[in-house]
Structure formats: structure tokens, C-alpha cells
């Protein structure tokens, strides 16, 4: 007898499949290999126990505080400890429980349902100005046509194009001299044809600009303020582009003058779920969500982001993160150059790929390239 200790990264439905297991046991025995531990917060202490002993009886468990069985608050917080297999069980047991728990039964279906695009995409990021924080993403018309072609070969299948930065403090600019910046390199994307090659984002969030990207051929709209304003809705409704939703508590102005939560991941979960309910009843079918790094938040906020990053797959739409060369990754490192910031930055994408992440916004596209086949030739042994 050989015992072999395997990983817990594998590809489990396709390890049982190798071992010729049945259609129907590898559905149940990979529901049982990914263990699920969800927070749930402001139960009331009644549903608490009643999840208590609904959770032992199928062998999963709930972690609940002292005092949770004498009732000696009316609610509490709760740390649910369960395989796939133990919440689909939950999520039909719970239905005809009281005390918020059909909420709850609600709620791990959302989980149960949300799902990882299979594709991972690089979008690759061009700068049409020349402030942005990393100098080596700014390029003027003609070089970018030529970084926008290596882009290419080297992996990506976006290319997100911006003619503003958004570091925090820097200076805004009218939507005509952005205009003025982008307008000669919209051009020559549009004459060239390129957006036959790759799809392009139109980094904005100016009505004026963004029509003129969508005129271009773009078919994306990375809208760093949310869809905060109605026409970009419209123009993404009418021209039938993508959004990207991004989370930034105030502006790039102030977005770091001491940001404050009292609970990230609910404030930002409730936000891209208002716009994305937004998004919809404007027409606009392709959602994209960003949760924002590095706008508004401190480091401990983009760590939690990244790191819990499925609590926002239960909004059913793709996730992008764009950590690349990020001040956060400074703060960790002793202040380190941006220059120096592309081993921080592929840490922080790998993590945020494991959670869910399907779409990367990087400068360096030919890394994390390699960085994605060596991960998906990790899963296929």
C-alpha cells in the first residue's frame, strides 16, 4: 500500500474522474473537498442555536460565543465551518427555519451558485499623460501603438487606455484637455484597425470622452467612479459596452485623507451591488466588478480585499483587481521604488487569482503572462 498526501489545490473533479469514479460520486465527493468558512454577523441568538444543531447534525460546525445557548444576547456573530456539500444542505434545511435564517438559506444559494470565470485575462495598462504614477505606462500616440502590438504578443487581451491619472492627490483635468490627450491615439486605433487584435477599455469616466473611445471601436468602460454619473450609463447601454464598476470612497483628490470603514467588505459589497443594480436597469448587460485597491482604502483594507475576495463572487459578475505596482506594496517593503514593485504585485495577483479574480489590470503583461500559464499548468497535475 502506497499513502500519498495530496494537495488541496487540486483539481478534484478531474483526479476522481482519472480514477474512473461515476458521473454522480464525483458531483458528491468534490462538493465535500473545498471547506467554506462564512461569517455571519447580527444573527438572531434564537436562528444561532438553532444553526448550531442543524450544522452538528450533518458534520459541519458553527462557532458561536459563550453564553450563545442561555440566549444572553439578543444576536450574534457566527463562524459557519462547512463543505459544499454540508451548505447545500443548509441552504435547503434553513428555509423553514425562523429568526433570519431563510435569509440566510438565501444567501449561501447566492454562494453555492457564484462561480470563477474559467478565463483568466490580462488587461494591460497605456497612459496618454504624463503624470502618471508609473513612468514606464506613459506613452505618446506613436510609441503606444507600438507597446499596444507587444502587449499583444505577449498576453493580453485587454488593453486599458487612460489619459488622467488617478493617484491620490493629483490634479483633475477638464474632459476636453483629456480629450485632447487621448484624441490623436483613438485615432490611430481606429484607422489601424486594432481593435480587431484586442478589446480596449476607455479608462474615463467623462460622458465626452468616453463616446469618442466607443466610436473608436473600444468595448469597454473602466469607469473608476462606479457609474456614478447617468450618462455614462447611457452611453454603455447604447453602444453596448462592457463596465467595470470600481468601489473608490471619495475622490482622487481625497480618496487617502485617512479612509475609514466599519466593516470593508460589507460597504464595498453594498456598494457594487446598488451599481450593478444601477448598471441593469439602464440596459447595460456586461458587468464588470473592481473592488478598488489602492482608492480610498489602507494597506490592512487591500490586504482584506484580496484576501477575501470571493465575498464579492456571490454578486455573479466577473471580478478585476489592478494592485499592480501599488503604494501598498511600498508600505509592506520598506518604501520600495516603484520600479521595484513587480515581485509585490504578482504575490498579490497569484492571491487574488486563488480567490477569484478573473481579470488582472497590469503594466507588466509578459510576466504575469508566464505567471498564469505556470498556475494553470499547476492545476492540470
Not at 447566492?110 to 495598462?125: C, H, Q, T
Not at 446598488?274 to 480610498?296: H, M, N, P, T, Y
Request: proline fraction near 2%; charged fraction near 25%.
Amino acid at each position: 500500500m502506497i499513502v500519498e498526501h495530496l494537495s488541496n489545490s487540486i483539481d478534484i473533479k478531474q483526479y476522481l474522474k482519472d480514477m474512473n469514479v461515476d458521473a454522480g460520486g464525483v458531483s458528491i465527493l468534490s462538493a465535500k473537498a473545498k471547506i467554506h468558512i462564512i461569517k455571519i454577523k447580527n444573527l438572531h441568538v434564537g436562528g444561532a442555536n438553532i444553526l448550531k444543531q442543524d450544522a452538528l447534525s450533518i458534520g459541519a460546525d458553527l462557532a458561536v460565543p459563550r453564553g450563545t445557548v442561555l440566549a444572553k444576547t439578543p444576536s450574534v456573530d457566527c463562524l459557519l465551518i462547512a463543505t459544499t456539500a454540508h451548505l447545500k444542505t443548509l441552504a435547503r434545511k434553513e428555509l423553514a427555519q425562523p429568526f433570519g435564517l431563510k435569509e440566510f438559506a438565501h444567501k449561501l444559494g447566492e454562494i453555492l451558485s457564484a462561480k470563477a470565470d474559467k478565463e483568466i485575462k490580462i488587461m494591460g495598462v497605456i497612459n496618454a499623460n504624463d503624470d502618471s504614477f508609473y513612468g514606464d505606462s506613459r506613452f505618446n500616440s506613436k510609441d503606444a501603438v507600438v507597446k499596444i502590438e507587444l502587449m499583444i504578443e505577449e498576453g493580453a487581451t485587454i488593453i486599458d487606455i487612460g489619459a488622467v491619472s488617478s493617484a491620490p492627490n493629483t490634479k483633475s483635468v477638464s474632459a476636453e484637455e483629456e480629450l485632447s490627450r487621448i484624441k490623436p491615439l483613438l485615432e490611430m486605433i481606429k484607422v489601424q484597425k486594432l481593435y480587431e487584435k484586442v478589446d480596449f477599455s476607455i479608462d474615463s469616466y467623462e460622458p465626452l470622452v468616453i463616446e469618442q473611445a466607443l466610436n473608436a471601436g473600444f468595448k469597454i468602460v473602466n469607469d473608476i467612479t462606479g457609474l456614478a454619473n447617468d450618462e455614462v450609463c447611457k452611453l454603455c447601454a447604447k453602444y453596448g459596452a462592457s463596465a467595470v464598476i470600481m468601489h473608490m470612497q471619495g475622490t482622487p483628490q481625497t480618496m487617502q485623507d485617512n479612509p475609514q470603514y466599519s466593516d470593508i467588505l460589507d460597504e464595498v459589497y453594498l456598494f457594487l451591488q446598488q451599481r450593478v443594480q444601477k448598471a441593469e436597469s439602464f440596459g447595460i448587460k456586461d458587468i464588470i466588478l473592481d473592488v478598488g485597491i489602492g482608492f480610498g482604502k489602507t494597506l490592512k483594507d487591500n490586504l482584506m480585499l484580496i484576501k477575501h475576495l470571493e465575498h464579492f463572487m456571490s454578486l455573479g459578475k466577473p471580478l478585476l483587481v489592478g494592485a499592480s505596482r501599488k503604494s501598498m506594496i511600498a508600505m509592506i517593503d520598506n518604501d520600495v521604488d516603484v520600479k521595484e514593485r513587480l515581485a509585490g504585485t504578482l504575490a498579490l495577483h497569484i492571491e487574488a487569482l486563488k480567490n477569484g479574480a478573473s481579470i488582472l489590470r497590469v503594466h507588466d503583461v509578459k510576466e504575469h503572462s508566464q505567471v498564469i500559464k505556470t498556475l494553470e499548468a499547476l492545476k492540470r497535475v
